[in-house]
C-alpha cells in the first residue's frame, strides 16, 4: 500500500469516527447543544480543531451526517423492494 493510499484510507476512518460520535450526540442532545463540537470531540478521542479539518462547520457536519443517513436509508429501501 503506498503512503497516498493509506492518508486516504485515514481520513475516510477518521471522518467515518467524527460522523458516528456526532450522531451519537446529535441523537441525545439535539442539534443545538451548546457545546455539541467539545462533546463530539471528546467522544471521537480527537481535538476539535481535527473536527473542523474535515467539517468546516457545524452546519456542514450536520448536512454531511442527513446526506449519508438518507443514503443509506435509500440503499435499505431499494434492497427491500
Same mark, same amino acid.
Given at each position: ?37 467539545? !462533546?463530539?470531540? !471528546?467522544?471521537? !478521542? ?30 435499505? !429501501?431499494?434492497?427491500?423492494?
Amino acid at each position: 500500500m503506498s503512503i497516498a493510499e493509506r492518508k486516504t484510507r485515514e481520513h475516510q476512518s477518521r471522518i467515518k469516527l467524527i460522523k458516528r460520535s456526532a450522531s451519537v450526540m446529535f441523537e441525545k442532545k439535539g442539534f443545538e447543544a451548546a457545546k455539541m463540537m467539545e !462533546e463530539i470531540a !471528546e467522544r471521537a !478521542e480527537i481535538s476539535k480543531a481535527t473536527i473542523y479539518k474535515y467539517f468546516k462547520s457545524k452546519n456542514k457536519q450536520k448536512r454531511s451526517l442527513l446526506r449519508s443517513d438518507a443514503g443509506t436509508f435509500c440503499a435499505t !429501501e431499494q434492497g427491500s423492494s
